[in-house]
C-alpha cells in the first residue's frame, strides 16, 4: 500500500509559478511510477505529467507540455510538478496518483492523493 499526501496548492496570479508536492510513505515507492492528474471544475480528470521509477522517463500531456516539470526524490519519498507561467485555465484540484506502470490515463492509477486545489485569479 502507498499513501499520498500533496501539498503546496492555493490561490496564485496569472503568469506565476507554483511547485506541488506529493510525500508518500509505504515500502514501495521506489519502485513505482508517479503521476499529476488536475480536475477542473465541471470537466473530467486529466493527465498532465507523469515520470518513472528510476526518474529517468518522464511523459507530459502534449497540450501542457513546457510550462510543467515533473521530478522526484527516491530518498525523500516524494514528487514534485513544477508549473511555470500559471494560467486561469490551470485551476484545477492537482492530484499526485501512483501505479506499477508508467501511463497516462487516468483509470490506470492504482493509488490516489487527496489533491490539493489550485486558484489562477487575478
Known amino acids: 500500500q502507498v499513501q499520498l499526501v500533496e501539498s503546496g496548492g492555493g490561490l496564485v496570479q496569472p503568469g506565476d509559478s507554483l511547485r506541488l508536492s506529493c510525500a508518500a510513505s509505504?515500502?514501495?515507492?521506489?519502485?513505482?511510477?508517479m503521476g499529476w492528474l488536475r480536475q477542473a471544475p465541471g470537466k473530467e480528470r486529466e493527465f498532465v505529467a507523469a515520470?518513472?521509477?528510476?526518474?529517468?522517463?518522464?511523459y507530459y500531456s502534449d497540450s501542457l507540455k513546457g510550462r510543467f516539470t515533473i521530478s522526484r526524490d527516491n530518498a525523500k519519498n516524494t514528487v514534485s510538478l513544477l508549473i511555470l507561467n500559471l494560467k486561469p485555465d490551470d485551476t484545477a484540484v492537482y492530484y499526485c496518483?501512483?501505479?506499477?506502470?508508467?501511463?497516462?490515463?487516468?483509470?490506470?492509477?492504482?493509488?490516489w492523493g487527496q489533491g490539493t486545489q489550485v486558484t489562477v485569479s487575478s
Open positions: 515520470i518513472s521509477w528510476s526518474g529517468g522517463t518522464t
Open positions: 496518483a501512483a501505479s506499477r506502470f508508467l501511463v497516462k490515463t487516468p483509470q490506470e492509477y492504482d493509488y
Open positions: 509505504g515500502p514501495s515507492f521506489s519502485s513505482l511510477a
